[in-house]
């Protein structure tokens, strides 16, 4: 299939954004007020631009074999798993990859700490969104006393070189901290309980990070005096609000890998053979679900 040439540039300072002055127009503080909210129909017209050039991304990363890691922390209800579906829903399986890891076995327990993620790194080709990482070590792991402070420690020296070596083997990482109020969690953690289809996202765990904020807070910026380096920063998103939340991230993470657009000129179906010559067998054989909708 022939490609159009390069259409568009994308870079760190240019992207093509034509509903800037809108966004401008909706969120900026007037008077000291807090910005206003995003109306439902410009946050969807502007998601689905958003995500158009996600489709963009995805297929350069695919022509130039390029490896991506994306990293998304944060506190519990940050909305860290909404941006993410945000990213990953328009994009192909196959080439963009969602990786939420468990808790470690008894097994991978004994392994290098950093070996369990590693397995998940991208090809050449693909793109990797982690919702969370190695940093539960610097967050969870620390908090709740699940790691030594010896291991802690040895984290915090050695994560920063984990990353340049990543770094210096082509992979381009890119790390988002999702920050949110006290105030704004304790609103979503009353609608999870609230709601039985996000009932399943509250956990024992989420509950105790409520009691321990604190002690979190002070992980959090400890983590950040060790491992926002100049050649692997921390980009922090203010979460408070998910839809600003997601449409900001989006575009900062277009705007930190410059792509091309490689949209294929328009393409045309080709004619249906006619079926001539073959009889299919009777659709009273086959077994269809009930149209109960219908």
């Known amino acids: 299939m022939s490609k159009k040439k390069d259409k568009q540039t994308t870079s760190e300072t240019e992207i093509p954004t034509p509903a800037d002055k809108e966004i401008l127009d909706e969120t900026e503080e007037k008077d000291g007020k807090k910005p206003k909210k995003l109306k439902g129909k410009f946050y969807d017209k502007e998601l689905k631009r958003l995500q158009i050039e996600l489709v963009k991304l995805q297929e350069w990363i695919k022509h130039r074999g390029m490896k991506v890691v994306v990293l998304f922390e944060g506190r519990d209800a940050a909305g860290k798993g909404g941006v993410i579906k945000r990213i990953s829903q328009r994009m192909n399986p196959r080439v963009c990859r969602v990786v939420a890891l468990g808790t470690p076995t008894e097994r991978e327990k004994t392994q290098w700490y950093f070996q369990r993620y590693s397995a998940h790194l991208p090809a050449a080709g693909e793109m990797v969104l982690f919702d969370r990482s190695w940093y539960n070590r610097a967050?969870?792991?620390?908090?709740?006393?699940?790691?030594?402070?010896?291991?802690?420690?040895?984290?915090?020296?050695?994560?920063?070189?984990?990353?340049?070596?990543?770094i210096r083997s082509g992979i381009i990482l890119i790390k988002y901290w999702f920050s949110v109020s006290n105030e704004e969690q304790e609103r979503r953690f009353?609608?999870?309980?609230?709601?039985?289809?996000?009932?399943?996202?509250?956990?024992?765990m989420d509950l105790e990070s409520r009691r321990r904020w604190q002690e979190y807070s002070k992980a959090k910026d400890a983590m950040m005096a060790y491992t926002d380096t100049k050649q692997s920063p921390w980009y922090v998103v203010n979460a408070d609000s998910k839809k600003r939340a997601r449409l900001n991230c989006i575009r900062h993470l277009l705007k930190r890998i410059p792509y091309k657009d490689l949209t294929p000129d328009p393409i045309q179906l080709p004619r249906r053979p006619s079926d001539k010559g073959y009889v299919r067998p009777p659709i009273t054989e086959q077994t269809f679900v009930p149209d109960f909708y219908g």
């Open 139 to 166: 967050g969870v792991e620390r908090v709740m006393d699940f790691c030594t402070d010896e291991e802690y420690r040895d984290f915090l020296h050695t994560c920063p070189e984990f990353e340049r070596m990543l």
């Open 190 to 204: 009353h609608d999870r309980i609230h709601d039985p289809t996000k009932r399943w996202k509250l956990s024992p």
